[in-house]
């Protein structure tokens, strides 16, 4: 089992920027992909980026390409979420998710969320 804690959502105002922290414990994470997932009210649940066991690939939705950055460090068991240039439409509850698999796709492990609000 590994259980999975997300920090550091909050308000911003558009073009603001913040980084979400994912901290893991229970079993190891280092063989697992991990990902970052989204979701808005009314919406259903959507990848924002994944990033494989090693980190050696990463994949982001187009709506965050070029302004979320994922990363982890596996002796800390974190992974992490930067958000750059943030918009409106970035608004939704953040979740993080670990994969059984070194390369996902499907994740089996789910945070609680954290709220990121952006603010026009």
């Known amino acids: 089992q590994v259980q999975l804690v997300e920090s550091g959502g909050g308000l911003v105002q558009a073009g603001g920027s913040l980084r979400l922290s994912c901290a893991a414990s229970?079993?190891?994470?280092?063989?697992?992909?991990m990902g970052w997932f989204r979701q808005s009210p009314g919406k259903e649940r959507d990848v924002v980026a994944t990033?494989?066991?090693?980190?050696?690939?990463?994949v982001y939705a187009d709506s965050v390409k070029g302004r979320f950055t994922i990363s982890r460090d596996n002796a800390k068991k974190m992974v992490y979420l930067q958000m750059n240039s943030l918009k409106p439409d970035d608004t939704a509850v953040y979740y993080c998710?670990?994969?059984?698999?070194?390369?996902?796709?499907?994740?089996?492990?789910w945070g609680q969320g954290t709220q990121v609000t952006v603010s026009s």
């Open positions: 998710a670990a994969s059984k698999l070194p390369s996902g796709p499907q994740y089996h492990y």
């Open positions: 229970g079993r190891t994470i280092s063989n697992c992909a």
């Open positions: 990033i494989t066991w090693s980190g050696g690939r990463t």
